[in-house]
């Protein structure tokens, strides 16, 4: 069933054309992401949608039955009600009937009524109907729906009675989200509800959205979200957009492949219009031939040139280098407390962080996370314990809140006030780098938009050249093509790196280590993202078996002891195994493709003709075949 409809929608703000014959549908149990870059329109879209927004032409159709619920970013709920009576609100026609209900169970008890049978008739086939109507519409499970959802929003350990004005923004934030989702209006409408969620907040809430009866209308810069939850993609950008099936992952190779074959008919047309105008030029004047070229010309005239393929917009352009290198130790924490006002939030913290490590600190909203890179910046005295920095060691800070940005100043002088040796030349240069170009560089930063305010402080920090950078949340705010080029600079940075950050994608990309902090304190845990949730679901496994087998150990002989302890064994070396055969596939994958790269070349005419390059090429073929070999050797072994 088409839930809503948007026909060749334009919108203006003053002179300036947003978005320009916008085509879109929305069907039951779709699920669509709108992508785009900061200030593409996606926003604006969802509140002409949410009817919050006017627009200057077109139409959006939609049944008067069909309902929609919209979230902006970073709405917070505010109410002078608890918590438990704030959600209860949503289901106010519920708790009516339910009153009727009891009102009519009390009549049903009445004597005077009882006595009367067409009287208690009357009153018990009312009942009825309303106690089936009651059913259908939940009302026997709307308040384990809300102990669900605020459950699931990380609200476990809080009093339902807690006034929602005392609680903090991030709070309150989830709260509208909750609060949205437990009206279950046939259309979501989600503008970056991703934001102050933490890590296992993000997992229930994408397995939510997978299970949501509604449609489903989402903003996010969030990958892994993405790629969980969506089965459509929109993308607007220059002032149109485009409709793309699949996840994200999909419709960036649907894009990719889109862009090469566009690429390769355009370069096709335009050789063959070369040829076109080559052969008119030279026989137009000749007798002999004129007919023909102008045959060729009235050819040229009918041809539908096509237009030059659009790539990407352009890309912020993000270097981090360091000034001098520092020593092999980096950072070392001694039984570390950490807090305000004498506030512990976390204590006994010791970690030790090497040069060139990249270290993604991951926890729980409240387990103190942005508290400890404070205390590292000295942004925050340590309320116990100590910590040192090795020898040479230069700190960069990347706070989220962006507190080091002076709101008054000019874009251009908040970075050349930091660095007055620079020429204006070489500070614009930067500034254009980060896609500050024009007058961009002379608006204030008050006037910034998030996502710009984002970039101008990893443009100071970049200036710094700093050999260790602590970064709090550094994706927050930043577009998706943004944070791939961020992603790539600190790939590439030669210091070290200790990171907060709750983009899943993003700590897989860059981590080396992954630290998680709790209230026993910190946890190591050697790999990236997925070697993380891998090993924790491992240690999840091991302590339910070790649970399971407790009562089993007491009661039985030795010999069910040892089974158990074979039992948990093999179960650990089928995990490696699986683990194994992952890494063979991925390798061979990797094979086949140097092989394939390797033989086209080989069909390179100037290739084919050197004989050491192609020679070369041949043992890398051969080589790269021998080890595929070996490999499908293992793999099969393994399979045995």
């Known amino acids: 069933m088409i839930l809503l ?54 139409n959006i159709l939609k049944p008067k039955e069909v309902t929609i619920g919209y979230l902006a970013q970073n709405t917070g709920l505010e109410s002078d009600l608890s918590i438990m009576d704030e959600m209860l609100s949503v289901f106010s026609h519920l708790r009516s009937m339910e009153a009727q209900l009891r009102r009519l169970e009390e009549q049903m008890a009445d004597p005077a009524i009882y006595g009367d049978s067409g009287q208690y008739e009357r009153v018990t086939k009312e009942y009825d109907l309303l106690q089936n109507k009651f059913k259908e519409s939940g009302g026997y499970q709307f308040e384990s729906d809300i102990r669900s959802v605020l459950h699931g929003l990380n609200f476990q350990d809080f009093d339902y009675s807690t006034k929602i004005s005392t609680l903090s923004g991030g709070q309150k934030t989830r709260l509208a989200l909750g609060k949205l989702l437990l009206t279950k209006p046939d259309i979501l409408i989600l503008d970056e509800p991703t934001n102050h969620l933490d890590i296992d907040t993000l997992s229930w809430l994408e397995q939510y959205l997978q299970s949501y009866n509604g449609a489903i209308l989402i903003v996010s810069h969030d990958r892994y979200f993405l790629d969980k939850v969506v089965n459509q993609v929109y993308e607007i950008s220059r002032q149109h957009i485009k409709k793309f099936h699949g ?233 998706l093509d943004s944070k791939e080029v961020l992603e790539n600079a600190l790939i590439d940075y030669p210091g070290t790196l200790l990171f907060v950050s709750h983009d899943r994608y993003f700590i897989n990309r860059i981590a080396s280590k992954v630290i998680e902090m709790s209230k026993q304190g910190l946890t190591e845990y050697l790999g990236d993202y997925d070697y993380y949730v891998a090993k924790k679901q491992e240690q999840k496994e091991l302590a339910e078996l070790e649970r399971s087998a407790l009562p089993v150990v007491e009661e039985t002989s030795s010999a069910d002891s040892s089974n158990y302890y074979i039992d948990k064994e093999q179960k650990k070396k089928e995990r490696q195994k699986r683990r194994r055969i992952e890494e063979i596939e991925e390798r061979i994958e990797s094979l086949e493709a140097e092989i394939e790269e390797a033989e086209d070349l080989l069909c390179q005419p100037e290739v084919f003709q050197d004989h050491e390059k192609s020679l070369e090429l041949q043992q890398k073929v051969e080589a790269c075949q021998s080890e595929i070999e070996q490999l499908m050797q293992e793999w099969e072994t393994l399979h045995d």
Do not use: C
């Not at 699920?31 to 002409?48: F, Q």
């Open 247 to 479: 996840n994200y992952s999909n419709y960036l190779n649907q894009k990719a492949e889109q862009y090469e074959k566009d690429m390769k008919l355009f370069e096709k047309q335009q050789e063959q219009v070369a040829k076109l105008e080559d052969f008119i030029q030279r026989n137009i004047a000749r007798a002999s031939t004129t007919k023909r070229a102008q045959s060729r010309r009235k050819q040229l005239e009918r041809m539908e040139r096509m237009e030059r393929p659009e790539g990407d917009e352009k890309s912020a352009n993000i270097m981090f280098q360091i000034e001098k290198q520092s020593g092999n130790e980096v950072l070392k924490t001694n039984s570390l407390t950490i807090g305000y006002d004498n506030e512990i939030i976390a204590q006994h913290l010791n970690v030790y962080i090497q040069r060139e490590e990249s270290v993604a600190l991951v926890g729980p909203n409240g387990a103190g996370k942005s508290t400890f890179l404070k205390t590292l910046v000295k942004k925050l005295p340590a309320l116990a314990g100590e910590f040192s920095l090795g020898a040479n060691v230069a700190i960069g800070y990347y706070d989220q809140e962006q507190a080091n940005l002076t709101s008054n100043k000019t874009v251009l002088n908040e970075l050349w006030d930091d660095y007055p040796s620079s020429d204006e030349k070489e500070i614009r240069t930067v500034l254009g780098n980060f896609l500050f170009s024009g007058d961009d560089v002379l608006k204030p930063v008050y006037a910034l938009s998030g996502g710009e305010k984002a970039r101008l402080a990893l443009a100071k920090l970049m200036m710094q050249k700093a050999n260790f950078l602590i970064l709090d949340e550094p994706t927050n705010h930043l577009d």
């Open 5 to 58: 409809q948007v026909q060749q929608l334009t919108k203006y703000f003053g002179a300036e054309l947003i978005l320009s014959n916008i085509k879109l549908e929305v069907q039951t149990r779709d699920r669509i992401a709108l992508v785009g870059r900061n200030g593409a329109g996606k926003s604006t879209l969802l509140k002409i949608i949410a009817g919050i927004l006017s627009y200057d032409s077109g």
